[in-house]
């Protein structure tokens, strides 16, 4: 089968990856309703078809974060991402770079920064959480500084991580021989990523926290170490903290309220991007596409808002910009189109999605980015 859809790319995840690792990606919080109503959300959009408009030059290059982008689509940071293919970060960041679409390195990953931009000639967007240890958020502010990232992707919807009810199953919260047996036999079902990643991908540790982690020998002992950093403590104080300490970009990720909105663009942000974390947190949040218009309205002509959670295909795309968004990001498909085929799959997918795009401009008779608006929606009164 040639791989078409997310679908197709799905299901080629799940025959490569071991359960434990393709339910991590998959998953959501709680019943998954955040998660599927991400899904049905937009699947309930409407657009209007125009005919005999001059659509003979299509064009879907933008810019996100100052950055020029072939397409409005930035890939969303993913931790363990390296354990889905081989030095997964760096085969999707050089996708990515082809494609002329951003890539955002997750504080999680498995390749270190150095790693991605060594592959590519080129830093990546970097993914940040509040980490309790100050310093710590400061040192890995230098480093990506100094690694020429300009644009920090901060993520402020994880002052703890999500209920997620496939992981408990699977033992990966567990420590112990029963889980770890669970997860061998796992494991020992998926002979091709045991030679891909487990063989031919080492080191599998969290290369950006090196020197956070001194000791760390294992996955295990880096979890260890996170799972003491996560602080709820964090407020809008911090932030103002965070600001001065980075000159570059700041884009705040996980924000779903208008008023969270608007003080994310009063502490300084350059950027925020709607999100509900791909339904991994606050189960019963609404859909991050059914947040946005209210968000885009308030603060969508003083700040860049993007958004993430649910987007599958160029048409997706262009329903979160008519809704006001800037731009997209994409979590699971890029992930599963990894997990698959490695860097052509990435590539295949980002093909596809702008082809898709640039149809349905096409066939929505928009010629350019920045001139999708609400009119090419069709009301639900319009279409109940
Ligand atoms: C994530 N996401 C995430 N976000 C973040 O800021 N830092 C991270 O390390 C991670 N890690 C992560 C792992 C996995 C397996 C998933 C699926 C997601 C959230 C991610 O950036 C993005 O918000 C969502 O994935 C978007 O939703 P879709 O595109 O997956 O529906």
Same mark, same amino acid.
């Given at each position: 089968?040639? =791989?078409? !859809?997310?679908?197709?790319?799905?299901?080629?995840?799940?025959?490569?990856? =071991?359960?434990?690792?393709?339910?991590?990606?998959?998953?959501? *919080?709680?019943?998954?309703?955040?998660?599927? +109503?991400?899904?049905?959300?937009?699947?309930?959009?409407?657009?209007?078809?125009?005919?005999?408009?001059?659509?003979?030059?299509?064009? !879907?290059?933008?810019?996100? %974060?100052?950055?020029?982008?072939?397409?409005?689509?930035?890939? *969303?940071?993913?931790?363990?991402?390296? &354990?889905?293919?081989?030095?997964?970060? *760096?085969?999707?960041?050089?996708?990515?770079?082809? *494609?002329?679409? =951003?890539?955002?390195?997750?504080?999680? #990953?498995?390749?270190?920064?150095?790693?991605?931009?060594? +592959?590519?000639?080129?830093? /990546?967007?970097?993914?940040?959480?509040?980490?309790?240890?100050?310093?710590?958020?400061?040192?890995?502010?230098? +480093?990506?500084?100094?690694?020429?990232?300009?644009?920090?992707?901060?993520?402020?919807?994880?002052?703890?991580?999500? &209920?997620?009810?496939?992981?408990?199953?699977?033992?990966?919260?567990?420590?112990?021989?029963?889980?770890?047996?669970?997860? $061998?036999?796992?494991?020992?079902?998926?002979?091709?990523?045991?030679?891909?990643?487990?063989?031919?991908?080492?080191?599998?540790?969290?290369?950006?926290?090196?020197?956070?982690? /001194?000791?760390?020998?294992?996955?295990?002992?880096f979890k260890t170490w996170i799972d003491a950093q996560f602080d709820p403590g964090v407020t809008w104080r911090d932030i103002e903290w965070?600001?001065?300490?980075?000159?570059?970009?700041?884009?705040?990720?996980?924000?779903?309220?208008?008023?969270?909105?608007? !003080?994310?663009?009063?502490?300084?942000?350059?950027?925020?991007?709607?999100?509900?974390?791909?339904?991994?947190?606050?189960?019963?949040?609404?859909?991050?596409?059914?947040?946005? /218009? $209210?968000? %885009?309205? $308030?603060?969508?002509?003083?700040?860049?808002?993007?958004?993430? #959670?649910?987007?599958?295909?160029?048409?997706?795309?262009?329903?979160?910009?008519?809704?006001?968004?800037?731009?997209?990001?994409?979590?699971?498909?890029?992930?599963?189109?990894?997990?698959?085929?490695?860097?052509? #799959?990435?590539?295949?997918?980002? %093909?596809?999605?702008?082809?898709?795009?640039?149809?349905?401009? !096409?066939?929505?008779?928009?010629?350019?980015?920045?001139?999708?608006? /609400?009119?090419?929606?069709?009301?639900?009164?319009?279409?109940?």
């Open positions: 089968m040639y =791989p078409a !859809t997310v679908a197709d790319w799905r299901a080629l995840a799940q025959r490569r990856l =071991p359960r434990f690792l393709f339910d991590y990606v998959a998953g959501g *919080a709680g019943d998954e309703a955040t998660l599927a +109503a991400n899904l049905a959300d937009f699947a309930a959009i409407r657009l209007r078809q125009r005919v005999l408009v001059d659509v003979s030059q299509v064009d !879907t290059r933008s810019q996100l %974060a100052g950055q020029a982008c072939a397409l409005p689509l930035a890939l *969303a940071p993913v931790g363990l991402a390296g &354990m889905m293919a081989r030095r997964g970060e *760096a085969q999707a960041a050089r996708a990515a770079l082809a *494609a002329g679409v =951003p890539f955002t390195l997750s504080t999680v #990953g498995i390749c270190p920064l150095a790693e991605v931009v060594a +592959a590519t000639g080129h830093a /990546p967007w970097f993914q940040l959480y509040m980490l309790r240890d100050r310093g710590a958020v400061r040192a890995l502010l230098d +480093a990506a500084w100094a690694g020429g990232c300009r644009t920090l992707v901060f993520t402020v919807d994880l002052p703890l991580p999500g &209920m997620r009810w496939r992981d408990v199953r699977n033992g990966m919260a567990a420590s112990g021989a029963r889980a770890a047996l669970l997860r $061998a036999r796992h494991v020992l079902a998926r002979p091709g990523w045991v030679g891909d990643v487990v063989i031919g991908g080492r080191p599998l540790s969290f290369g950006n926290l090196h020197q956070q982690v /001194p000791g760390g020998r294992d996955l295990n002992a965070l600001r001065g300490q980075w000159q570059g970009r700041l884009l705040l990720k996980g924000i779903l309220e208008v008023d969270d909105a608007r !003080t994310a663009v009063a502490s300084g942000a350059d950027g925020i991007v709607v999100s509900n974390h791909g339904g991994r947190q606050l189960d019963a949040a609404p859909a991050s596409i059914t947040a946005l /218009p $209210a968000i %885009a309205r $308030a603060v969508g002509s003083q700040t860049e808002v993007l958004m993430d #959670g649910g987007v599958r295909s160029g048409v997706d795309i262009f329903k979160a910009l008519a809704l006001g968004a800037r731009g997209v990001l994409i979590g699971r498909p890029w992930v599963w189109a990894l997990a698959a085929q490695g860097q052509a #799959g990435v590539t295949q997918l980002l %093909a596809h999605w702008q082809r898709e795009l640039l149809l349905t401009m !096409t066939l929505a008779g928009v010629t350019r980015i920045a001139d999708i608006n /609400p009119s090419h929606l069709i009301t639900p009164q319009e279409h109940p």
